[in-house]
């Protein structure tokens, strides 16, 4: 009997479910969800399950659904040089020296996760130079991407294997490479992982995610990021339906089928407008204020600061080429110039192709971490998806954050507005944009329940949404292989995609008390989630399914 045809009851629990919210038991037949009830009314299924599960109070809720991920990059990173964490410039070294060491001399050294604004003492924050980093490997070729992976450091060495680098935007003496010369880099370092170190990394990932509940993931892939071999053999590794879903994004300024004919389901996810703003790519309307203290804070001729990869004429292009197509288009932008851009492309495309087929098409939006007031309604006018990562304010919001140094307080503090988004109806799709942030659904929404600006927090609930139901509204329906019953939540007739979690006691968070207390009252029937107060533990997975099929188990017999 296989996995999907076994009749499984799980009792004794929390079913966090629509259809009644004081259910305490599930039966999954058939890969899909047979019934959920009282505790009472289990005792009819349980002579008829193939297997009863006690689940001793865990908690059960659809599985999470991470809408921007970079598979082989984390799986590089999860068994590789992770240089996340590191707090001065001779730590980095440090490392770099310790994992090289037993490397065999030709191999190309790839680490990734440094963050120099979080080195702890502001004079240490000169980078190594090429040679520094030539040295500390041992005379290797290094790549070393920056935490937002939109620059990189290298050593002399990988520079010379890239002879048209240093002719090409984006290049410095001895600094970070940028732009054209971080991609050329980058596409050489690449090139050295064979085929059998991507599948591995990418396997690594994918088992990453089922232990996390994560039930589908959304490849966001491209010329510039992975290659066409690395996107189309992460698809054929998913489709043996040994672990979550996988949807690809493939992001080039071509004709919108060939992300079809790769296998994807969208052409975007990641066609970038602009670039990061711990990398001074972001496009932004205003200087960066640290480039302004060290003598550098001017707008381009364009009247800008940062990189534009794409001008509005051009996103209004591809837009209507994917309208006209049935293609669903996406891109990655962040600054609020870039989304300046962003909008006037989709102005452009809707005079040509109209509000209906436009909305109908669910634009995606990458990160859109700076959206204005008329962005916001811009995105609900055009039925715009943005597909957003709560971990990037975690790890460099606030005050005193790397947003701030970057930005200035009052930008800063401004930046992924999740509560203005939501009510203003735009739909959110969370992740995690891994490697950049590791793979963590419930880090994440923590981190848009207790965002570092107090007006953009948004309810544990809505955030708990973003990251299920979410995932699965930023998927256009009509794409092949995208399942019309999966709608990330528990009801009769729906998949049995869930998962099963050890966790603290449940509760009803959100930012307004008032509507707290209320929803915790058992008259309004709110179902409650774990307590995701910042210092608590967060939820631990037990058990991962994905329409009935089990990827990851560690519940007790």
């Given at each position: 009997?296989?996995?999907?045809?076994?009749?499984?009851?799980?009792?004794?629990?929390?079913?966090?479910?629509?259809?009644?919210?004081?259910?305490?038991?599930?039966?999954?037949?058939?890969?899909?969800?047979?019934?959920?009830?009282?505790?009472?009314?289990?005792?009819?299924?349980?002579?008829?399950?193939?297997?009863?599960?006690?689940?001793?109070?865990?908690?059960?809720?659809?599985?999470?659904?991470?809408?921007?991920?970079?598979?082989?990059?984390?799986?590089?990173?999860?068994?590789?040089?992770?240089?996340?964490?590191?707090?001065?410039?001779?730590?980095?070294?440090?490392?770099?020296?310790?994992?090289?060491?037993?490397?065999?001399?030709?191999?190309?050294?790839?680490?990734?996760?440094?963050?120099?604004?979080?080195?702890?003492?502001v004079a240490d924050r000169d980078l190594p130079s090429r040679a520094d980093i030539g040295r500390a490997a041992g005379g290797r070729k290094v790549y070393l991407s920056r935490v937002d992976v939109h620059s990189a450091l290298v050593s002399d060495s990988l520079l010379a294997a890239v002879p048209d680098?240093?002719?090409?935007?984006?290049?410095?003496?001895?600094?970070?490479l940028t732009r054209d010369a971080h991609h050329a880099v980058r596409a050489a370092a690449l090139a050295s992982i064979t085929s059998a170190q991507r599948t591995a990394a990418q396997e690594a990932t994918l088992r990453r995610a089922a232990e996390l509940g994560i039930g589908a993931l959304h490849e966001?892939?491209?010329?510039?990021?992975?290659?066409?071999?690395?996107?189309?053999?992460?698809?054929?590794?998913?489709?043996?339906?040994?672990?979550?879903?996988?949807?690809?994004?493939?992001?080039e300024l071509t004709d919108p089928v060939k992300s079809r004919e790769l296998g994807g389901v969208g052409a975007g996810g990641d066609l970038f407008i602009d670039g990061a703003i711990g990398s001074h790519t972001a496009c932004l309307r205003e200087p960066y204020t640290d480039a302004a203290e060290a003598?550098?804070?001017?707008?381009?001729?364009?009247?800008?600061?940062?990189?534009?990869?794409?001008?509005?004429?051009?996103?209004?292009?591809?837009?209507?080429?994917?309208?006209?197509?049935?293609?669903?288009?996406?891109?990655?932008?962040?600054?609020?110039?870039?989304?300046?851009?962003?909008?006037?492309?989709?102005?452009?495309?809707?005079?040509?192709?109209?509000?209906?087929?436009?909305?109908?098409?669910?634009?995606?939006?990458?990160?859109?971490?700076?959206?204005?007031?008329?962005?916001?309604?811009?995105?609900?006018?055009?039925?715009?998806?943005?597909?957003?990562?709560?971990?990037?304010?975690?790890?460099?919001?606030?005050?005193?954050?790397?947003?701030?140094?970057?930005?200035?307080?009052?930008?800063?503090?401004?930046?992924?507005?999740?509560?203005?988004?939501?009510?203003?109806?735009?739909?959110?799709?969370?992740?995690?944009?891994?490697?950049?942030?590791?793979?963590?659904?419930?880090?994440?929404?923590?981190?848009?329940?207790?965002?570092?600006?107090?007006?953009?927090?948004?309810?544990?609930?809505?955030?708990?949404?973003?990251?299920?139901?979410?995932?699965?509204?930023?998927?256009?329906?009509?794409?092949?292989?995208?399942?019309?019953?999966?709608?990330?939540?528990?009801?009769?007739?729906?998949?049995?995609?869930?998962?099963?979690?050890?966790?603290?006691?449940?509760?009803?968070?959100?930012?307004?008390?008032?509507?707290?207390?209320?929803?915790?009252?058992?008259?309004?029937?709110?179902?409650?989630?774990?307590?995701?107060?910042?210092?608590?533990?967060?939820?631990?997975?037990?058990?991962?399914?994905?329409?009935?099929?089990?990827?990851?188990?560690?519940?007790?017999?």
């Amino acid at each position: 009997m296989s996995a999907r045809e076994k009749t499984t009851l799980l009792r004794g629990g929390a079913i966090y479910t629509p259809a009644d919210p004081f259910a305490t038991a599930m039966v999954a037949e058939a890969g899909a969800i047979a019934w959920v009830g009282s505790e009472g009314a289990a005792d009819a299924h349980a002579d008829s399950a193939d297997e009863v599960i006690d689940l001793r109070g865990a908690l059960v809720t659809p599985a999470f659904v991470d809408a921007h991920v970079h598979a082989t990059a984390t799986g590089l990173a999860l068994g590789g040089l992770d240089l996340s964490g590191t707090g001065s410039r001779a730590e980095l070294l440090d490392r770099i020296a310790a994992y090289s060491a037993s490397l065999p001399d030709d191999v190309v050294v790839l680490g990734t996760g440094w963050d120099e604004t979080a080195w702890a003492a502001v004079a240490d924050r000169d980078l190594p130079s090429r040679a520094d980093i030539g040295r500390a490997a041992g005379g290797r070729k290094v790549y070393l991407s920056r935490v937002d992976v939109h620059s990189a450091l290298v050593s002399d060495s990988l520079l010379a294997a890239v002879p048209d680098a240093p002719g090409s935007v984006g290049f410095t003496e001895d600094g970070p490479l940028t732009r054209d010369a971080h991609h050329a880099v980058r596409a050489a370092a690449l090139a050295s992982i064979t085929s059998a170190q991507r599948t591995a990394a990418q396997e690594a990932t994918l088992r990453r995610a089922a232990e996390l509940g994560i039930g589908a993931l959304h490849e966001c892939g491209g010329p510039q990021i992975s290659g066409e071999d690395d996107f189309t053999g992460l698809l054929a590794l998913a489709a043996r339906g040994e672990g979550p879903y996988v949807f690809g994004y493939w992001g080039e300024l071509t004709d919108p089928v060939k992300s079809r004919e790769l296998g994807g389901v969208g052409a975007g996810g990641d066609l970038f407008i602009d670039g990061a703003i711990g990398s001074h790519t972001a496009c932004l309307r205003e200087p960066y204020t640290d480039a302004a203290e060290a003598g550098q804070g001017h707008l381009t001729p364009a009247g800008h600061a940062g990189a534009a990869y794409m001008t509005a004429e051009q996103i209004g292009a591809f837009v209507i080429s994917c309208v006209e197509a049935d293609v669903q288009p996406g891109f990655h932008v962040i600054g609020d110039y870039g989304l300046d851009l962003f909008v006037a492309g989709l102005d452009l495309a809707h005079d040509v192709v109209g509000e209906k087929r436009l909305r109908a098409m669910r634009t995606r939006a990458e990160h859109a971490e700076m959206p204005d007031h008329e962005h916001v309604k811009k995105f609900a006018h055009h039925g715009v998806v943005v597909s957003a990562q709560p971990g990037f304010d975690a790890a460099w919001g606030g005050s005193d954050g790397m947003y701030a140094r970057r930005l200035g307080t009052g930008r800063a503090l401004a930046m992924n507005p999740f509560a203005a988004l939501a009510s203003a109806g735009v739909v959110l799709a969370f992740g995690s944009d891994a490697p950049v942030i590791p793979l963590g659904p419930w880090e994440a929404v923590r981190a848009a329940a207790f965002h570092q600006t107090q007006a953009s927090r948004m309810s544990a609930r809505a955030a708990f949404t973003a990251h299920t139901r979410g995932g699965w509204r930023a998927l256009h329906p009509s794409a092949p292989g995208v399942p019309a019953d999966e709608t990330g939540v528990l009801t009769p007739g729906s998949p049995a995609t869930y998962a099963v979690w050890q966790a603290s006691d449940l509760v009803v968070q959100a930012p307004d008390q008032r509507v707290a207390a209320w929803s915790t009252d058992e008259r309004a029937g709110v179902p409650g989630l774990p307590d995701l107060t910042p210092g608590l533990d967060l939820p631990r997975c037990l058990r991962t399914a994905v329409r009935g099929r089990v990827v990851y188990d560690q519940l007790d017999r």
